[in-house]
């Protein structure tokens, strides 16, 4: 089935949260925006845990459900919007007696169990700054957050921590305690809190302290092509967005019941799959399990799913596992299906129509943005394959850079540039942590550049064309080159190592490594072995190279900068483009390449 433009009919546009886009997008402020929240009671400023949770509890919604946790083996955790309060109230106390002061980093390393949406919540109620760790990292990963942080506490579980924390606790001298979520065995290792105890023995009833618009919230880790991970920060302000753009965007309301298949340790995860539902006052549903097409389907159809936010990867298994099976499973009361964090293919949108009678409504956003910024709105004509429009009171443009701090405004529908916004919106960043040069960076010319390729067709429309820079994509996670190099670079057999994105028809792309090895050390396929298996220890299942080729050198310009560009190009079997600049290369001859499987 092919479709250049999937049109809504009258009836879905005027039942949508927002009839009318072009209407929206001419009344819209956000300072109205911000008069749909409560803020602080007393006037003491904005938090994002008093919007998301405690002026529910107060009132009408205090007995509605709030999450409904459905774990692996088919236990079923319920909380309704006051139960929320109580437990995330108790969290907070339990950080404020641990003499966790407001600005203080709380890091989570945690699979998505109740106790990550707990400590979510309750360091946002507390002042503290939450930031969340995907819990696929492996000990490097985990210890270059945590240390950029500063984190001075970690919620984890017994078993990761003994896994992946306990060995490099001593380099992490800010983090002064590890709250842990017992296991089977109930017990805590030696030398954390037993987060069990802690909740038991606190007290239900917590004031939030004032937090400020303009206070710091929540700390998410991104990766650029060079250096380390960066840290995005956010304010309580961001609710503003996160509130908004649920309800425009996704167009939730409370009588809802959302499933976002996002892990809160990546930013989908936190702004959509915590904060977004719960501050429209709507249902989340939370499943621990890892993805299984036809568990799925039955969480769709039993947990009466009306709103679904999920991913172009996910969706692409879906499809591999064939539209009949989504069709054994009706799920009716689905009404709005979204997808968010790489290129969804028009085929994918329109299969939404085959297996849901839904079109997947493709929306963009990025760490730094903190809130969806483009997006195929419910009451608009879906456009297959297109990201959508720009959400009321955003403003994007098409640029190319032509200086440091200037930029030129690509005029021309169709023409490809970098996407550009003005910033503004509640949700922005306000910095990358301790870099403040490589945040200013990020603008020019008045505007925030995303470093995506970008072209906007005549009907406004934005259309993704790749990325201005070297980051990876691979099943929706965003990994940087260098971390990935530098964990390779620590065998001692590797002399030099550099990572590419190589596409991929399931995960949009994978990560590929090429090494060359250090004299004394021949190439074979044992030690190819050995180097994935060595990465994967090292940086975790989510980061680390799935393919690993050795060659007798890497291609290097005159200037010694390995040429990831001319990699890529062979290994997609491309034009090699200008090689000017390329230092003559070692003979091929000792090399071994191939996958993980
Ligand atoms: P992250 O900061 O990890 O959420 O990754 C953000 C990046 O994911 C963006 O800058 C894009 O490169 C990519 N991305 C997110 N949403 C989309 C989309 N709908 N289409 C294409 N790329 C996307």
């Known amino acids: ?53 405690d002026r529910h509890a107060a009132g009408p919604l205090a007995g509605k459900l709030a999450l409904r946790w459905l774990g692996r083996n088919g236990t079923v955790r319920d909380f309704t919007y006051d139960e929320l309060r109580r437990q995330t109230s108790r969290f907070a106390g339990v950080l404020t007696r641990l003499g966790v002061q407001p600005g203080d980093v709380v890091a989570s390393l945690c699979a998505r169990i109740p106790e990550l949406y707990i400590a979510a919540l309750g360091t946002l109620k507390c002042g503290a700054v939450f930031s969340p760790l995907f819990s696929a990292f492996g000990p490097e990963p985990i210890h270059t957050r945590l240390e950029k942080a500063q984190a001075r506490v970690l919620v984890t579980t017994a078993s990761l921590y003994r896994r992946k924390v306990s060995d490099i606790r001593a380099r992490l001298p800010h983090l002064e305690h590890v709250i842990v979520v017992p296991g089977e065995a109930a017990d805590a290792p030696a030398g954390t809190h037993n987060l069990r105890q802690l909740l038991d023995a606190a007290d239900d009833r917590f004031v939030i302290p004032a937090t400020q618009p303009e206070s710091l919230a929540l700390l998410h880790f991104t990766s650029g092509t060079t250096g380390q991970p960066k840290g995005a920060m956010h304010v309580h ?163 190319r850079r032509t200086g440091d701090d200037t930029v030129d405004v690509v005029t021309d529908p169709g023409t490809v540039g970098e996407l550009a916004i003005v910033p503004g919106w509640p949700s922005m960043f306000r910095g990358y ?23 906007m067709d005549p009907n406004g429309y934005c259309w993704f064309v790749g990325r201005d820079n070297d980051v990876i994509k691979s099943s929706g996670h965003l ?94 079997g491309l034009p090699e483009g200008d090689l000017s600049t390329l230092e003559p290369e070692p003979a091929a001859g000792t090399s071994t390449s191939g996958g993980t499987s």
Request: hydrophobic share 45%; net charge neutral; with cysteine.
């Open 1 to 53: 089935m092919a479709w250049d433009v999937i049109e809504k009919t009258a009836g879905t546009r005027r039942a949508s949260n927002m009839p009318d886009y072009e209407a929206a997008r001419r009344q819209f402020t956000w300072t109205e925006a911000r008069r749909m929240l409560d803020g602080l009671p007393g006037g003491r400023g904005l938090n994002i845990a008093h919007e998301a949770v």
């Open 479 to 572: 990994i940087g080159p260098f971390e990935v190099e530098s964990a390779l670079m620590e065998h001692p057999a590797v002399a030099e190592a550099t990572v590419i994105g190589k596409p991929d028809p399931m995960a949009y792309e994978i990560v590929k490594a090429f090494v060359a090895l250090k004299p004394g050390h021949e190439a074979s396929e044992t030690l190819r072995l050995e180097l994935i298996g060595f990465a994967r220890t090292r940086l975790g299942a989510a980061v680390a190279p799935k393919e690993i080729d050795v060659l007798p050198g890497l291609p290097k310009t005159r200037s010694g900068k390995i040429m990831r560009r001319l990699l890529k190009a062979r290994e997609l």
């Open 237 to 399: 302000e961001a609710v503003v967005a996160h509130h908004g753009t649920t309800r425009t965007a996704l167009d939730l309301r409370p009588d809802d019941r959302f499933w976002c298949t996002a892990d809160p340790g990546w930013v989908t995860g936190t702004s959509y799959g915590i904060v977004g539902p719960l501050t429209v006052g709507a249902t989340g549903i939370v499943d621990e399990a890892d993805f299984d097409a036809e568990r799925w389907y039955r969480i769709l159809q039993q947990e009466r799913v009306t709103v679904w936010y999920t991913a172009p990867t996910a969706i692409r298994m879906l499809m591999k596992a064939g539209v009949d099976l989504a069709r054994r499973f009706p799920a009716p009361d689905l009404r709005f299906i979204a997808s968010v964090g790489e290129p969804l293919n028009p085929e994918a949108v329109v299969w939404g129509v085959e297996a849901f009678g839904l079109p997947f409504h493709d929306n963009w956003w990025q760490t730094e943005t903190g809130g969806i910024m483009i997006a195929n709105f419910a009451s608009m004509d879906v456009r297959p394959g297109s990201m959508g429009r720009p959400l009321p009171g955003v403003d994007i443009a098409v640029v």
């Open 433 to 455: 942590l301790r870099d403040e040069a490589r945040y200013r960076r990020s603008f020019a010319g008045g505007y925030y550049l995303t470093g995506d390729l970008v072209r």
